[in-house]
Nanobody, 130 residues
């Protein structure tokens, strides 16, 4: 079971990037997938989560209206479209999943203890700077 995040890079404030989380060794369609980020000198934090079902996705307040999470089960991939990027979005971004979620993010996904999350992808660095 592997997750791989990609798509990061250097972008100017106000720009856009699309991150990709690709799965191998398992199919994503029954898993809720979360995006997390860790900025320099800060703790890792949840950003967004999409359930395996048709439940609406979740976003933390700091990215609402700017980020959009989506999934393509045929491609076994989850995306994070990031628009109107700000310098404070600079971080290493990770995708992750855990059987604890049972395929559903719910309102508590963001509070899941990170040490309890079984599957983390390697991160991708997003730098927002002029």
């Amino acid at each position: 079971v592997q997750l791989q995040a990609s798509g990061g890079g250097l972008v100017q404030p106000g720009g856009s990037l699309r991150l990709t989380c690709a799965a191998s060794g398992f199919t994503l369609d029954v898993y809720a997938i979360g995006w997390f980020r860790q900025a320099p000198g800060k703790e890792r934090e949840g950003v967004s989560c999409i359930s395996a079902s048709d439940d609406p996705p979740y976003y933390v307040d700091s990215v609402k209206g700017r980020f959009t999470i989506s999934r393509d089960n045929v491609k076994n991939t989850v995306y994070l479209q990031m628009n109107s990027l700000k310098p404070e979005d600079t971080a290493v971004y990770y995708c992750a999943t855990t059987t604890l979620w049972g395929g559903i993010c719910g309102t508590s996904w963001v509070h899941t203890r990170h040490s309890a999350i079984e599957y983390w992808g390697k991160g991708t660095l997003v730098t927002v700077s002029s």
